[in-house]
């Protein structure tokens, strides 16, 4: 597009982008390229046009992206419907967890990974790896660790009785599973504790059974020392 002429429709007969657009055949994104490639400036009224113009396009390019998001599938969160822009602009979406809960949830967290769940996921974790083997907190479990920590761990109260006299738990039930597996095979009740046959012997299956309070108070040790409550 020659320059005189562009210059001539635009500066002096003051037509607007859009007519010298109709003339030409060209769009106004067209004339408005040539403008700029013949350093002819563009009144403020049509640079406030096309600052409009390029506002309405972002924000309808923003709006199909949003709109794409529709039924997406986030983790354990599907989008359910688009919800109004927090106090920083950002787009919302509530979504439904696959638990059932419902969340509002920031564009930004969705698309780069951070919320993948209204919460149920990072609890599910730490109860997996918690009851790794299906026990954890339970009397049954602390039975087992109490018995690990004083024969085992030269800090702990007890370790003078069971450790430091060479007492140890057996390495199969150095395994918290095997442990409990065989304590439920064999008589393990909430009223119950774990006892040594031979006072002088392992944690191990073929000299521990479970007994009440007053058996085991029987088997205890004679001399000067009494066994720690197990």
């Known amino acids: 597009m020659d320059k005189d002429v562009l210059y001539d429709l635009?500066?002096?007969?003051?037509?607007?982008?859009?007519?010298?657009?109709?003339?030409?055949?060209?769009?106004?994104?067209?004339?408005?390229?040539?403008?700029?490639s013949h350093n002819i400036p563009m009144r403020t009224f049509e640079q406030s046009l096309l600052a409009k113009d390029e506002a309405i396009r972002r924000k309808n390019c923003r709006n199909?992206?949003?709109?794409?998001?529709?039924?997406?599938?986030?983790?354990?969160?599907?989008?359910m419907s688009r919800q109004e822009n927090n106090k920083h602009g950002h787009g919302m979406f509530?979504?439904?967890?696959?638990c059932g809960n419902e969340i509002i949830v920031p564009t930004y967290r969705l698309t780069n990974g951070n919320t993948k769940s209204c919460g149920c996921f990072k609890s599910d974790t730490q109860r997996a790896r918690l009851l790794k083997h299906g026990f954890s907190c339970t009397r049954i479990h602390r039975c087992?660790?109490?018995?690990?920590?004083?024969?085992?761990?030269?800090?702990?109260?007890?370790?003078?009785?069971?450790?430091?006299?060479g007492i140890s738990v057996c390495d199969e039930w150095r395994n918290a599973s095997i442990f409990i597996e065989w304590a439920l095979a064999n008589g393990y009740s909430d009223s119950l504790?774990?006892?040594?046959?031979?006072?002088?012997?392992?944690?191990?299956?073929?000299?521990?059974?479970?007994?009440?309070?007053?058996?085991?108070?029987?088997?205890r040790r004679k001399w000067g020392t009494c066994k720690i409550n197990q």
């Not at 521990?208 to 309070?213: A, E, K, T």
């Open 10 to 36: 635009y500066i002096n007969k003051e037509l607007s982008i859009r007519k010298i657009g109709k003339m030409l055949n060209k769009g106004r994104n067209t004339v408005r390229h040539y403008l700029r």
């Open 64 to 79: 199909s992206e949003l709109s794409k998001m529709l039924g997406g599938k986030f983790g354990r969160l599907t989008v």
């Open 94 to 98: 509530l979504c439904r967890c696959e």
């Open 144 to 165: 087992w660790d109490r018995m690990i920590q004083r024969c085992h761990n030269p800090k702990h109260k007890a370790y003078f009785y069971y450790g430091e006299r």
């Open 193 to 219: 504790t774990l006892d040594r046959i031979n006072n002088d012997g392992n944690y191990e299956p073929s000299n521990c059974r479970w007994v009440d309070m007053k058996t085991q108070a029987i088997n």
